[in-house]
């Protein structure tokens, strides 16, 4: 334990023995593999988080301000996390108590009259929308699933997702929030910091929504969130999801105002048009470019595996030989899902007919392979509930982002060869090397909509690899530097392989003070990152966050 | 098979956090969502599959030695197998519950034992059984019972009654009408009475590999010798062990569960109900009938990889998931039962939540077993079931206690008690 004797035991007293522990092993369950998943910036074979001082269950959000008041007295840095998804929630520095807000798991209430939920960090996805859909209302889901916290994507990261057009993202859907303040003070910020409702993030009260969150979040840096209030929407469905079939393949039939469909089209630029006529039109409960993620070559054959409980992978070399998989495959090409969701049977029958005009404007189509009984229910369920998002790692185990493209539809889908082609062509000849999964270069998975209203698409490359095999892994790394130096060669930007370089070096700790001014205050806008700094000395006067909040010294950059 | 062959898997473990929850897709309620009663119980990471997958790495490769946490963390494992049914939603080359299993022997092997393990183990060298009685008295159940002893008398179909219900005198009588009623729908049964020893399964789960290969071995041998071709047990931790680990020591036999004997007679009109059962019930799938009941596949092959790093085995390397479990046969049998209603709860299933008798943990950690066998009974309540129904005596027994600590009402049958009330 390097932390000091009686800082332990302070923490102790404040949770109690049953829920702190420093035993080494256990330490090292709250580590994270870099050689792994989305971590932005590996990876790094075998290399893992620092091992934390101690790690921490507090029950309650006094629990968490005593813990935060222990660690200001001591200048002990701390984390908190809620499900532990990716490097994110894991500490940059050694001796970190780590809290696992695991303990806190309350959705403590749902007003269905105003069409919102209070919950705390370690409430997920599928929790927070099962109890909706009994009141007939649902939760967007953000893109990492059903498992993780919706607070966590809230106030501490962007919460985009397959929803987000419809729904929003989380960072849109926040209306109060109960923050642990860096130095242990409880802020409650919006309408709830009045004594008033959790109605509005902006006040009357505290309107301090920018501050705590901004526009990508703190990511677990700058203090501990105990509390949030979501935004709801309707939901015309049953008061539960009605799942048939044996697992892996889960399916559910739902009533007819609710359908599914992948839509194809002959042009990334048809594709793009279709996009704008979808915002336009208002329709797409859910809209994402999902099943790409298993690359355009196998991704027909894997909606394939994946919904039937017979298969595994050891049947893909075969299936992508069938001729009817082979032109599923290809009308997929350029694909996005598309779930309708109609209030009234009327308006279904409206949405479905505005989405045929639309593939009619733009010569697209709807996969007739992907309207198969089995496969329809498979997706419908899979895009609603998001349970099955965790598949991006199903073929060796490690997968991560590569490229990023953000923006207009255009941005991916205009050039010539468009973009996104581009990009496909230069990872396709990374996969002859052998270190990647040979997907057919276009594994580019992304929402249509990365907010409410949609007007803006996002994509990443996903790039699947084996975080067990070192030639594999570093043969990913090699890819991924090598993807960084092509897109700012080609004028496409910095690539979302690199996203956390300014926090995580190579060595899973903090990037070096030199490398992370060069790469904070080299970007586009400086200026953000020394407010930041500001609101860093004024709220976390000892600096136990670290250095995932994106904070430039004034003479730095 | 040891516990290094799995460190890929402690590699490839993504930390999706799949392994502490139902399926998603299945999720109903906040309530009845969590999966693992390990970590739902002790909340720590390490007490989850993938933070015993985690614990694992550490210890091999020396970030860490055995503490007392550590012991705590491999052995409060159920070994239920709900990680391994959530794992597999997302991960086709996981196998959580081999690796807890290669744990928990390693920890053995390591003497890093607890001592309420030791103390029966050393009870079932000694007197092969499981409740620390005598072996001479295991055939007491069946005192009286006009039923062919084995191997004395030739029987077509063996009746394995288990440890539980051998000696556990408050159940034993569900073992007796399992007889009477199999022997009235004309098969020809035998017992094995006193002859008959544990199987092995439990102490398989709580880590000890040797104890069970002796059992197992000596077991096959005696029905071997008593030319058993077909063995049927009213215990879904003896189903579990003779259909899915004595197959890998070589035994061929065929094996079913009492409840799938009943489904087998009913439909083919040897079993018929002649009375009315009115009442609501609810249905307990013990782990290892369900989930852990999936027929065995013999393989033998290795890892390779197509399409560069998918990773792939050769030849096709069966999945167990619970997909094929043992599900049907006992609804089908409450079905149709005249009066019965059988009312779901939430989790059910290859989804089902453990009872928390399994793995040793009844006998190691009462506190922890008796909160799971609660949350059970919590679930049940919740669908207004007069009776919490199973086909397990390792099940009923946990449920009996909890009830009985928490002064609930909630009766505990077996399907045995309703067919026979039904006859």
């Given amino acids: 334990m390097a932390i000091p004797k009686e800082a332990y035991r302070e923490l102790e007293g404040v949770v109690g023995k049953e829920f702190i522990s420093d035993d080494p092993a256990?330490?090292?369950?709250?580590?994270?593999?870099?050689?792994?998943?989305?971590?932005?910036?590996?990876?790094?074979?075998?290399?893992?988080?620092?091992?934390?001082?101690?790690?921490?269950?507090?029950?309650?959000?006094?629990?968490?301000?005593?813990?935060?008041?222990?660690?200001?007295?001591?200048?002990v840095k701390f984390k908190p996390s809620s499900t532990f998804w990716s490097a994110w929630g894991f500490p940059l520095e050694d001796d970190t108590i780590q809290l696992d807000m695991r303990r806190m798991d309350k959705i403590l209430k749902i007003d269905d009259k105003n069409n919102y939920a209070i919950v705390e960090p370690h409430v997920i996805g599928a929790t927070l929308q099962a109890e909706a859909m009994k009141l007939?209302?649902?939760?967007?889901?953000?893109?990492?699933?059903?498992?993780?916290?919706?607070?966590?994507?809230?106030?501490?990261?962007?919460?985009?997702?397959?929803?987000?057009?419809?729904?929003?993202?989380?960072?849109?859907?926040?209306?109060?929030?109960?923050?642990?303040?860096?130095?242990?003070?409880?802020?409650?910020?919006?309408?709830?910091?009045?004594?008033?409702?959790?109605?509005?993030?902006?006040?009357?009260?505290?309107?301090?929504?920018?501050?705590?969150?901004?526009?990508?979040?703190?990511?677990?840096?700058?203090?501990?969130?105990?509390?949030?209030?979501?935004?709801?929407?309707?939901?015309?469905?049953?008061?539960?999801?009605?799942?048939?079939?044996?697992?892996?393949?889960?399916?559910?039939?739902?009533?007819?105002?609710?359908?599914?469909?992948?839509?194809?089209?002959?042009s990334w630029k048809a594709w793009a048009d279709s996009c704008y006529l979808v915002w336009e039109t208002g329709i797409g409960y859910v809209a994402h470019r999902q099943f790409s993620m298993f690359g355009r070559d196998l991704k027909g054959a894997m909606v394939k595996i994946l919904s039937d409980p017979t298969k595994t992978l050891g049947d893909i070399e075969e299936l992508v030989k069938d001729p009817e998989i082979q032109k599923m495959t290809e009308d997929m090409k350029r694909d996005y899902q598309i779930v309708l969701a109609g209030m009234t049977p009327r308006d279904i029958e409206w949405q479905d007919k505005?989405?045929?005009?639309?593939?009619?404007?733009?010569?697209?189509?709807?996969?007739?392979?992907?309207?198969?009984?089995?496969?329809?229910?498979?997706?419908?369920?899979?895009?609603?509930?998001?349970?099955?998002?965790?598949?991006?790692?199903?073929?060796?185990?490690?997968?991560?982002?590569c490229f990023g493209l953000g923006g207009s539809p255009d941005f991916g889908t205009s050039g010539e060869p468009a973009r996104v082609e581009q990009a496909a062509a230069f990872k396709a000849d990374w996969e002859k090397k052998g270190n990647i999964v040979a997907a057919g270069g276009d594994a580019m998975m992304g929402g249509i909509g990365g907010f409410g209203g949609g007007g803006h698409a996002m994509w990443e490359n996903f790039t699947h690899f084996?975080?067990?095999?070192?030639?594999?892994?570093?043969?990913?790394?090699?890819?991924?530097?090598?993807?960084?130096?092509?897109?700012?060669?080609?004028?496409?930007?910095?690539?979302?392989?690199?996203?956390?370089?300014?926090?995580?070096?190579?060595?899973?700790?903090?990037?070096?003070?030199?490398?992370?001014?060069?790469?904070?205050?080299?970007?586009?806008?400086?200026?953000?990152?020394?407010?930041?700094r500001k609101f860093k000395e004024a709220f976390n006067p000892n600096d136990l966050g670290d250095g995932y909040y994106r904070a430039l010294d004034d003479t730095d950059g | 098979v040891a516990l290094e062959d799995y460190k890929v898997d402690m590699e490839r473990c993504s930390q999706c956090s799949y392994c502490k929850w139902i399926p998603f897709d299945q999720v109903k309620s906040w309530r009845f969502a969590k999966g693992c009663p390990s970590i739902a119980y002790s909340n720590f990471l390490g007490y989850s599959a993938r933070g015993r997958y985690a614990v694992a790495l550490s210890l091999l490769n020396g970030q860490s030695s055995y503490s007392d946490r550590v012991v705590?963390?491999?052995?409060?494992?159920?070994?239920?197998?709900?990680?391994?049914?959530?794992?597999?939603?997302?991960?086709?080359?996981?196998?959580?519950?081999?690796?807890?299993?290669?744990?928990?022997?390693?920890?053995?092997?390591?003497?890093?034992?607890?001592?309420?393990?030791?103390?029966?183990?050393?009870?079932?060298r000694k007197e092969n059984n499981m409740m620390a009685e005598p072996a001479a008295s295991r055939g007491d159940w069946a005192k009286g019972l006009?039923?062919?002893?084995?191997?004395?008398?030739?029987?077509?179909?063996?009746?394995?009654?288990?440890?539980?219900?051998?000696?556990?005198?408050?159940?034993?009588?569900?073992?007796?009408?399992?007889?009477?009623?199999?022997?009235?729908?004309?098969?020809?049964?035998?017992?094995?009475?006193?002859?008959?020893?544990?199987?092995?399964?439990?102490?398989?789960?709580?880590?000890?590999?040797e104890e069970f290969t002796r059992l197992a071995e000596n077991t096959i041998k005696a029905w071997t010798a008593a030319g058993i071709k077909t063995v049927v047990t009213p215990c879904a931790d003896c189903f579990h062990t003779f259909s899915?680990?004595?197959?890998?020591?070589?035994?061929?036999?065929?094996?079913?569960?009492?409840?799938?004997?009943?489904?087998?007679?009913?439909?083919?009109?040897?079993?018929?109900?002649?009375?009315?059962?009115?009442?609501?019930?609810?249905?307990?799938?013990?782990?290892?009938?369900?989930?852990?009941?999936?027929?065995?596949?013999?393989?033998?092959?290795?890892?390779?990889?197509?399409?560069?790093?998918?990773?792939?085995?050769?030849?096709?390397?069966?999945?167990?998931?619970?997909?094929?479990?043992?599900?049907?046969?006992?609804?089908?049998?409450l079905k149709s039962i005249p009066g019965v209603e059988l009312v779901e709860m939430e989790r059910i299933k290859e989804y089902a939540w453990c009872c928390g008798a399994g793995g040793g943990t009844r006998e190691t950690y009462p506190d922890f077993s008796n909160w799971t066998a609660t949350e059970r009974i919590e679930e049940a309540k919740s669908t207004g079931a007069e009776a919490i129904v199973s086909a397990c005596p390792w099940c009923e027994r946990n449920f009996i206690d909890a009830i009985k600590a928490a002064g609930e009402k909630m009766k505990v049958l077996d399907i045995t008690d309703l067919v026979k009330q039904a006859i």
């Fill in chain 1, 26 to 75: 256990m330490l090292d369950c709250y580590r994270y593999p870099l050689s792994h998943t989305a971590i932005h910036i590996g990876p790094y074979y075998r290399v893992y988080t620092p091992r934390g001082a101690a790690v921490l269950l507090p029950g309650s959000v006094e629990d968490v301000q005593g813990i935060v008041k222990v660690c200001n007295k001591y200048k």
């Fill in chain 1, 136 to 266: 007939g209302l649902n939760t967007h889901i953000h893109g990492p699933g059903a498992s993780c916290s919706c607070l966590a994507s809230a106030t501490a990261l962007a919460g985009f997702g397959p929803s987000s057009a419809y729904m929003g993202q989380h960072s849109e859907n926040i209306l109060g929030v109960e923050w642990v303040m860096p130095d242990g003070e409880i802020l409650r910020v919006g309408s709830a910091g009045s004594g008033l409702d959790w109605f509005c993030c902006d006040g009357p009260g505290p309107s301090l929504k920018g501050l705590v969150r901004g526009m990508n979040g703190s990511e677990g840096a700058m203090g501990v969130f105990t509390k949030c209030a979501l935004k709801l929407y309707p939901w015309p469905g049953p008061d539960h999801l009605p799942v048939e079939g044996r697992p892996p393949a889960y399916k559910a039939v739902l009533p007819d105002q609710l359908r599914s469909y992948t839509l194809g089209f002959p």
């Fill in chain 1, 354 to 401: 505005a989405l045929d005009k639309i593939l009619e404007i733009t010569g697209g189509w709807k996969v007739k392979g992907m309207l198969d009984p089995d496969l329809y229910n498979w997706s419908l369920l899979y895009m609603l509930r998001l349970g099955h998002k965790n598949l991006n790692l199903v073929y060796g185990g490690g997968y991560d982002g």
């Fill in chain 1, 466 to 532: 084996d975080p067990a095999d070192k030639a594999s892994t570093e043969g990913t790394l090699e890819f991924f530097n090598a993807t960084t130096k092509y897109g700012r060669e080609m004028g496409f930007g910095p690539g979302m392989e690199k996203m956390n370089d300014y926090a995580r070096w190579t060595d899973g700790y903090s990037t070096p003070k030199e490398i992370r001014n060069r790469l904070l205050g080299g970007g586009p806008q400086p200026e953000a990152f020394r407010y930041h």
């Fill in chain 2, 72 to 124: 705590d963390i491999v052995y409060k494992c159920t070994t239920c197998g709900s990680c391994d049914v959530s794992d597999k939603i997302c991960r086709y080359n996981l196998e959580p519950l081999e690796m807890i299993h290669e744990l928990k022997f390693r920890l053995v092997e390591d003497g890093q034992v607890l001592p309420e393990h030791t103390a029966i183990v050393e009870h079932l």
């Fill in chain 2, 146 to 209: 006009d039923v062919k002893r084995v191997p004395g008398e030739k029987a077509a179909v063996l009746f394995h009654a288990g440890c539980r219900y051998s000696y556990d005198k408050e159940l034993r009588e569900k073992a007796r009408a399992a007889v009477a009623i199999l022997k009235n729908a004309g098969v020809d049964i035998g017992i094995m009475g006193e002859n008959e020893s544990c199987c092995g399964g439990r102490a398989y789960d709580m880590g000890y590999k």
């Fill in chain 2, 244 to 333: 899915r680990l004595y197959p890998k020591l070589g035994a061929k036999f065929e094996i079913l569960h009492t409840v799938q004997y009943y489904d087998r007679l009913i439909k083919e009109g040897k079993l018929k109900f002649s009375k009315k059962v009115p009442m609501k019930v609810t249905y307990h799938d013990p782990c290892h009938l369900g989930r852990r009941g999936e027929p065995y596949v013999p393989w033998e092959g290795k890892e390779k990889k197509v399409k560069n790093q998918i990773v792939v085995y050769e030849p096709k390397k069966p999945r167990y998931n619970g997909a094929w479990g043992v599900y049907d046969p006992p609804r089908d049998v």
